[in-house]
Each structure stands twice: as C-alpha cells, then as structure tokens.
C-alpha cells in the first residue's frame, strides 16, 4: 500500500519567479493528479486596451503583458493595426523589427535553459548562462534603449536606426555570444548527470504534442514542425535563413537542445540582417483610425502568440485578444505531470519556460 | 503587410460541435483558441485553427448574434486541451460554458464578465 501525500507546488515558489499554483497528488513520490491555477497576475490588460488607451498607445499597454517577451506583443498588435490600415512598412523596418525580434529570444531561451540547470542543482552553470546571456541583452541595449521591456515596434516602422558603430558592435557580439553558446549547448547535451535529470524525463510524444496542440520549442521537441515563423508572413525570415529546429525525444533534454539551435539560428539570421539592411527609412507615415478585424499570429520565444484586433474607425479599439503560447502549453503540462515523479516536477516545469504573466495578462 | 487568407465557415450554436467534430484532423489541424467579442447587444464567438506547415491560411467557425446567457458547448471531446480558453472565455465573458470551472483568471471577488462591454462602458 503506497503512502498518499497531496503536495503544493506554488503559488510561490523558489523554483518559478512567477506565481502559478499546482495542487498534486501522489503516491510513493508518483503524481496521480494535478489542478492548477494560472491567473495570479490577471491586471484586465485585453479590457484596458478597448477602455483606457486610443489605439496608438496600445502597443505601449501590451508590451507590458511581459517584460520578455514585450517585442512580440507590441509587433502583433501592430502588424495587426497596419493591415487594417494598409500601411506597407519598409523592408530596412522589418529587417530591424526582425533583428530585436530575434534577439529577444536569445535572451529568453537562454535564460529558460539556465534555469533548467538551476533547479538540476547546476546553479554555476545557470551562472555562466546568464553571463553569456549579457551580450544579447546589451545589444538590445543599445539598439532600443532598454535590456527589457523594450518600446521598439511603432505604427509605421521602429523607433531607431542602426548606426555603423552599432553594426560593428552588434557583429562582435554576435560572434561572441556564437561560440559561448556552441560551448553550452555541447555541455547541456553530453553531461552525464545533468542528462539524470533531463533525458527521459517529461518526455512528451509526438501524438501527445499534436493531440494537446502544444506550442513552441515545446512541440518542436516532441517532433512537431509548428512555428508561426513558418506559417505566417509577419517578418522576412524567409530573406534571412530561417531554419525551423526539431528533435524528436520530447523530453526536458531536447526542449534544452532546441532552444540552444534556434538561439544559433537566431544568431545566424540577425549577423545575415545587420549586415544585408536594405536602405531606406525606417518609419512610414500613418493617417487614419483602424477598421475592420484581423487575425495575427507571431513567433514569440515561447510559441506562437495569437492576436485578434477589432477596429470600429474611431481612436479606441472595439476587441483585442491576446493568446499566448504558455496559455497553449498548459493543458498538456497538467497531463504530463501524471505518472512522473514529484522529484521531477521541478526541471519539468522549467523546461517548459512557463510565463504566467503573458497566460494571466 | 500580412495578408491571412481567413476561411470563414458558417456555423450556429447547434451544430458547431458536430461539424468541428468531421472537420477537425489532428494531424492537419492546430486549434488556436477561442475568442468572443461583444457587440453591447449580443456576443459573437470564434473558434480559431491554423493548418501545419500550411503558410498564411485560418479557419474560423464563427456564430454571430448569441444571446448573452446562451449555452455555450465545450470542443473537450474533440480537442482536450479546449478548457483553458473556455474557462478564460466564461470568466471574461460571464458564459454558460459547458463543463467550465469558474474563478482560474478571475478572483472570486472580481466583478464578473469584465470583458462585456456594460462592465466597462459606463452603461
């Protein structure tokens, strides 16, 4: 007869930055069930949109959904806003928006492996990540003027140019950051003991990714070829290199592994942009009140992140609704953790680079 | 500019179950999520999917003119992972949602159906 122990994981706690509250039950140290609650930081922000702001301020109220993964709010609503007002932004623009957008993600993904290390007991090594981890967020820096919660996406083009000075700074960097990240990523994929608590462990199948419609490095570990980069025209990754990453394992190992590929392709795609920058300007003027309704789809670090935008002519948005891949991820999280052990409820959740902030907005 | 090619497919309480059901294909179809919007007299709902590896292209199952205490089904038999959208949606909208547990977004002090338009608008 096995001892039964219902065990709370949060709403704090040390392991997650962010509140989320997991009630499991076990058994000899075995989940059999999970609830969960997610919605510790609703602050209203989809009601605030169409009630406190005129549309143009609204990408300022969205890029504070999250700190992180701010460029991707702010550009989803904004590629949204220029399509119902058939505004057509440079290509030097989207090769800009395209650059941050990247960069952005660097930071994340490296910043959600070095945690995994963390909770695996490798607080050194989560260290050394985010070490690493300073060069992307000083080239953010430098280009938008913040390492987080960056205002770059405007209606019409981006808010700064790219001097010389940051072209060269930008390439040195880059190269940097490259071989850093190289070095991790052959550390985090051979480690006999930190592959203990990674390898075989959450693994989630390909069926499993598909029937939970996992979003993300998350499907992309299980197998599944899903990624708004590939299926949706929101920025020129197809000028660029963009390669779309998949392992097959599904497990916390292989979601480690694909962050660190797109982090190298990421690399790869903003050297190809920074230094190929078509001329031009890099704001179009805008004239007019959004109409009309629109669907977007973008590529944020941790998955697809949906909008849909309603206009009615007038300077404040009728509808904005916000969906955001951890909100997507969370049904199949719930279902993974039965049959895992508690022990293991730590790297798996990390692995899964949960944002509560953007699943509660 | 994006341009989605967005295929519109006309469906009504009554049936949106049964034709999600024949439509949706687990190994084509990657549902998205579930959006109302409200008109200030009636909600318009939105079930919303993507096709893999296929670019630019979203199908909605869209039914208009929804009374606001109307039932609304749950698409868990069709795709499990539909409750965290529907109990986002019965709590942001005050829904009739199938099999939706109340109270994961919103506190249980909050007002209720804050995204109605009567909540914010000042009617």
Redesign the interface.
């Given at each position: 007869m096995g001892s039964k122990i219902t065990v709370t994981f949060g709403s704090q706690h040390i392991a997650i930055p962010e509140p989320v509250s997991f009630v499991f039950e076990t058994e000899n140290e075995i989940i059999t069930k999970v609830d969960v609650?997610?919605?510790y930081v609703?602050r209203?922000i989809?009601?605030a949109a169409?009630?406190k702001f005129n549309f143009n301020n609204v990408q300022f109220l969205l890029a504070r959904v999250c700190g992180f993964c701010s460029i991707t709010h702010a550009g989803a609503y904004i590629?949204g806003v220029?399509?119902l007002l058939?505004?057509?932004?440079t290509r030097r623009a989207d090769y800009l928006r395209l650059i941050v957008t990247e960069l952005d993600r660097m930071h994340s993904h490296l910043l959600a492996n070095g945690h995994v290390a963390e909770v695996c007991g490798y607080e050194n090594l989560f260290m050394q990540v985010v070490k690493y981890r300073e060069n992307a967020t000083e080239i953010l820096e430098a280009i938008t003027g913040n390492r987080v919660q960056y205002d770059y996406y405007q209606i019409g083009g981006v808010s700064r140019d790219l001097s010389p000075e940051h072209i060269k700074m930008i390439n040195a960097k880059l190269v940097e950051l490259r071989k850093n990240v190289l070095k991790m990523r052959d550390f985090f994929e051979t480690d006999y003991t930190l592959g203990l608590k990674t390898r075989n462990v959450g693994t989630i199948t390909y069926d499993m990714a598909?029937?939970?419609?996992t979003a993300g490095p998350i499907a992309r570990a299980s197998g599944?070829?899903?990624d708004a980069r590939?299926?949706?025209?929101?920025l020129p990754y197809g000028e660029v290199g963009y390669v779309l990453q998949t392992r097959t394992e599904g497990d916390v190992w292989a979601r480690n592994m694909v962050r660190f590929d797109e982090v190298i392709n990421s690399i790869d795609m903003s050297l190809y942009a920074v230094n190929n920058l078509p001329e031009g300007d890099i704001k179009v003027k805008v004239k007019g009140k959004p109409k009309g309704e629109?669907?977007?789809?973008v590529e944020a670090p941790r998955g697809?992140c949906?909008y849909?935008i309603?206009g009615n002519g007038t300077k404040v948005m009728?509808?904005v609704?916000v969906?955001v891949p951890t909100?997507?991820n969370?049904?199949?999280l719930r279902?993974l953790f039965v049959g895992s052990l508690y022990s293991d409820a730590q790297p798996i959740v990390l692995s899964f680079d949960p944002c509560l902030s953007c699943t509660?907005r | 500019?994006?341009?989605?090619e967005?295929i519109m497919h006309e469906v009504t309480l009554g049936n949106i179950k049964d034709i999600l059901m024949g439509w949706y294909d687990?190994?084509k179809h990657?549902?998205?999520?579930i959006?109302a919007?409200?008109s200030g007299e009636t909600l318009t709902i939105?079930w919303?999917f993507?096709?893999?590896?296929?670019?630019?292209i979203?199908h909605?199952f869209r039914v208009e003119n929804i009374e606001y205490k109307s039932n609304i089904p749950s698409m868990m038999d069709v795709?499990?992972?539909a409750?965290?959208?529907e109990w986002?949606l019965a709590?942001?909208f005050d829904l009739n949602m199938e099999n939706a547990h109340r109270?994961?977004?919103?506190?249980p002090e909050?007002p209720t159906g804050?995204?109605l338009k009567e909540?914010?608008?000042g009617k």
């Open positions: 609650d997610v919605g609703h209203g989809e009601q169409v009630s590629h220029e399509q058939g505004v057509e932004t598909k029937e939970y419609n599944l070829r899903m590939n299926e949706f025209d929101f629109t669907f977007i789809r697809e949906f849909y309603k009728e509808r609704r969906r909100y997507s969370i049904p199949v279902e509660a | 500019m994006i341009n989605p967005l687990v190994d990657h549902y998205i999520t959006n919007i409200d939105d919303i993507s096709e893999y590896e296929v670019k630019n979203m909605i795709y499990p992972c409750w965290v959208s986002d709590d942001m109270g994961m977004f919103l506190e909050a804050p995204l909540s914010y608008s």
